[in-house]
């Protein structure tokens, strides 16, 4: 039941690599930028017997090449990508949908552009920034990572970001206790970096979800976010005003931004009653 399965889809543009596992109604992960598929194999062991558990490389990341050259992506073509996976493989029902950080945008697009496609959406710390009472710092620290990038190179950028969103406790893990597909992906996601930081961090941190669209759906959406993220207010304040713009409560989970990784079974425990309808345990504190 939890044997790995994988295939390819052709979308407009690029060639998909997804993986699934276990059977029942389809969960479908979508992974941030710059990370695949990899990022939840043990969130998708965790869950195999209750789902049939879907991710996949999103379109210029690691095994899902382009079909031209790589340009500012949009999250509307994410989206509809992600709406394209699901009728592939839901094709006669909706699923259920975790996104993080970068692919918590996308699920968020997914949810107002294909509602019908999704019976349910966690979108855990969504990097909008435009949705925070004051945008500018922020906006401005990621522009400046992107021109770090462009004039120092990778491991300068991502040492300025990490500096800049601050407040995070380090990963209580060492890499060789990650799991093993998590450790086999570490070399994709550097590779894929460059891109992430050229033409993924900024297009889509800047962009807009419809609330006009989501507000009608917002019972399917919960906006998510790590306990340990709380000073970081990029991360941790955009899920905190998506729900205070949407309707929708706010969801507390185990760990920081990369809790899926670094506490998988708490992350996976949080997220079935999350995806259930179970009890959510209000946040203690909220970032504006």
Known sequence: MNELKTGTLDVPGATLYYEQRGSGPVLLLIPGAGADAGLYAAVARLLADRFTVVSYDPRGVSRSPLHGPLADQQVEVWSDDACRVLDLLSPDEPAYVLGCSAGAIVATGLLARHPGRVRRVIAHEPP?????????????????VRETFRKEGVGPAMARFSEGLGGGRPAEQHDAELPPEVQEMAP??????????????CPFSSWVPDLDALRPVAADLVPAAGAESREQVPLYGPAA??????GSPLAE??????????????????????????ARPAPTAAVA
Do not use: Q
């Open 128 to 144: 909008l920034l435009e949705l925070l009472e004051d945008p500018a710092p922020h906006r401005a620290l990621f522009a400046e």
């Open 188 to 201: 994709r996601m550097y590779a894929n970096l460059p891109g992430f930081l050229e033409h993924i961090l």
């Open 241 to 246: 005003r998506l729900a205070e713009l949407t």
């Open 253 to 278: 989970f185990p760990g920081g931004h990369l809790g899926v990784t670094e506490r998988p079974a708490e992350f996976a425990e949080r997220l079935l009653a999350e995806l259930t309808g179970g």
